[in-house]
Structure formats: C-alpha cells, structure tokens
C-alpha cells in the first residue's frame, strides 16, 4: 500500500532503500481472478516480474485436497514443549523395548549407559551428583583456605568498612562519574569511605 510521501516514510540515506522488493504472490490457478487481473495491465500484481500464473486449473490442483490419507495425526498437547517431552518418551520407550528384547544375547542395538533423562536425547538429564565428579587419582577439591586474608566472608560484614568488595565498587562509581576537565584529577580525597553518605573531614571544605 502506498503512503503519501512524506508520511510514515523511514528516514535513510541508503540508496537501497529506494529499490522495491518485488515478493511472490503465492499460487495463482489458471482459472483464478488473479490469473485473469495478471493477462490485463495495471491488474493484479502487474508491477511484478515474479508473478505468474500456473498451468494448474483450480479443481486439479493439490492445494486444495481433501485427501488426508498421507497425513501424520498428532495427539493434543498444551504446548510445543509438552509435544516434544511425549515424543522423548516414546523414542525412550522403544529404545528400552529393543533392549528388553536383546536381552538374552548381544545381537541388535544397545547403548553403554541408561537414558535417564526426561526428553529426547536427554541421558545425562537425571544424573546423580558422584557421575559429575573428575575421574582420577590425586583430585582434590577446592584449592582455598577458608581462613586465608582474602576471604571476604570471614573478614567482614558485606557492606561493611572492611568488605573488599565494596572499595572496588566504590572505585568503579568515582572513576565512572569522571568527566572532562575532572577526569585527570584526583577526587574525593577527602572523604574517609566509612558510608556512601560520608561526610567532608574537619579540614575539607564544602
């Protein structure tokens, strides 16, 4: 549909932006008013190099079949998620059945580790914590002192004067809000850092 210029228009310095997208309009039948409007000029997509019609009349066309012989019924579900979970458990239930059927010989397939999971492709969705552990010897876990200096928990309050965490943050704040002529500058040199509200020291002017 065209606007008047001017109006809606998106405002671009992009030659491209000049060029019309010519799309398809889909399937036309021999016998169709489209086919009609395309013979004449300024009809039905007459400004369209991909428009045409097809040599298919209306009634032979498979567009509009009623024959469902071939189609797939799929059972009701909420959503696509929930369809995707009940097709999970059906591969997983063939994939047991085979192996029940296999059991008393080795012929036919057969995988080396359960499926645990609760959707397709899902056999590590249910594992216990000890299958994510390294495999090894010499492992250990952790690496870190809980009474070493540089434990923040032990050392103080979060929020505290003592919290590392909060001096950095605090640093990142003054070295964000620097600008133009303050930005080479130290800043707030006066300030003690014991609150985000402090106050200027005796010797510090307002």
Partial sequence: MATPAGHGQKV???PRSKQVIHESTGLVTSDSLAAESLKGEDGFASD???AAASGVPSKATTSNTTDTSNATR???AVDAEAREAQEGWSETSQLNASRNI???GETGFTTGEE???GYAGASDGARTPGDLKPKGKNITEGG???DGPNASFNNAEIGSKKDP???AEAKFGLENAR?????GRAKDTGLTGDSQFDALERSEEA
């Fill in 12 to 14: 671009t310095t992009d």
């Fill in 48 to 50: 369209n190099p991909h």
């Fill in 74 to 76: 799929l059972a009701p």
């Fill in 102 to 104: 296999n059991s008393g």
């Fill in 115 to 117: 499926v645990k999971g």
């Fill in 144 to 146: 870190f002192d809980s």
């Fill in 165 to 167: 965490g909060r001096v």
């Fill in 179 to 183: 600008s133009g002529a303050d930005a």
